[in-house]
């Protein structure tokens, strides 16, 4: 294997944990994802502005951190940096990853990340607090405060300065299972769809593919904290559903659904990740079902990789990506709600 350079040298930071899902119950397994290395990575994070608000939903109030768009009492209108025609501008609804159980908005792939993509494209970036599996809290309670913050996006999107046509919604690991689960329900509600799906390295299904394929993408050389094994998996599902995985319904683990009439999509995966396989299943169906995709498979890169300093290559390009497919959506072209 090749990992990315960059990559390789601070693997060193996830040192001695056993598994993915040992480093994400550890209450410093986060800190120890988030490499940055001081000045052998130099990266200082844009200074954009930031807003929280509550959007109502029926577990309770979700907060939701808003990044980027105008400064109060300022117009967005005439912006020639990613706005579209009407002076409104792009804007992404992003869950952060974890396991579904573990992160949070200050964590890289949720406030770095909304901090780049609203500095590289000009737009905004509505980075959600979904309430985490444990504790009593298992599918549908994440589920449905992710589709509290969407709905409350799109009724506010005009006094927050977005286009409401251009509206998208992503999100990472198991932030991008909550993205295309929201997005189900909604094309199966007749609800307003996203104009795109932006998703990073998502978890999709609750199996992983034969261990052939795992041989095939020659990634025995990593540690074993960056694997995910069939255990780690189940657990995961497990836990977020409160159940056996026979238990999940396709708004859980999408990955399995029908996927016609889901809005266009865009998909970032790594190179070396044994959830991979199931961004390129989802890919599979997606063309399949006659959905717009666009994929990048991010060469050298492990499972988790936008958890480090934007100051890294490799993390740009993948950000780069991500800002790129959602400055760029205009209205989607008129396609039939199936169910």
């Known amino acids: 294997m090749t990992l990315d350079p960059e990559l390789a040298g601070l693997l060193h930071h996830v040192a001695g944990a056993r ?40 577990n309770g109030p979700v907060p939701v951190r808003i990044y980027g768009g105008p ?19 792009p804007a992404l609804v992003w869950m952060h990853g974890g396991g579904f159980a573990h992160g949070d908005l200050d964590m890289r792939e949720a406030d770095q990340l909304a901090r780049e993509l609203a500095a590289m494209t000009g737009g905004l970036v509505l980075s959600v607090d979904y309430r985490l599996a444990g504790g009593g809290v298992h599918f549908p309670v994440p589920h449905e405060d992710v589709l509290a913050a969407w709905l409350w996006a799109v ?19 198991a932030g991008g299972n909550l993205a295309v689960g929201a997005a189900l329900y909604l094309k199966d509600s007749g609800r307003p769809l996203p104009a795109k799906l932006v998703l990073a390295y998502p978890f999709l299904h609750g199996e992983l593919p034969s261990s052939e394929a795992f041989e095939a993408a020659d990634m025995s050389g990593l540690p074993p904290v960056l694997r995910f094994t069939d255990d780690d998996c189940r657990a995961m599902v497990e836990n977020y559903i409160g159940g056996p995985l026979s238990m999940a319904s396709s708004y859980a683990m999408p990955g399995y659904a029908d996927l016609v009439g889901l809005p266009p999509v865009a998909i970032v995966a790594a190179e070396y990740d044994d959830l991979r396989f199931s961004s390129e299943q989802f890919v599979e169906g997606l063309l399949a079902a006659r959905v717009p995709v666009e994929y990048r498979l991010e060469q050298g890169a492990a499972h ?17 990506f991500l800002a790129d497919q959602f400055a760029r959506t205009r209205e989607p072209a008129e396609r039939p709600l199936g169910g």
């Open 19 to 58: 598994s993915i899902a040992e480093l994400l119950a550890d209450p410093s397994g986060l800190d120890r994802l988030d490499v940055f290395c001081g000045g052998l990575v130099p990266y200082q994070a844009p200074d954009v502005r930031i807003r929280t608000v509550a959007a109502p939903g029926p």
């Open 71 to 89: 400064a109060a009492g300022s117009s967005a209108a005439g912006r020639s940096d990613g706005g579209s025609d009407d002076g409104g501008l």
């Open 155 to 173: 009724e506010h999107a005009a006094e927050l300065g977005a286009d409401p046509r251009a509206l998208c919604l992503g999100g990472a690991s």
């Open 304 to 320: 988790g990789y936008l958890n480090h300093s934007a100051g890294l290559g490799v993390v740009r390009r993948g950000l780069q």
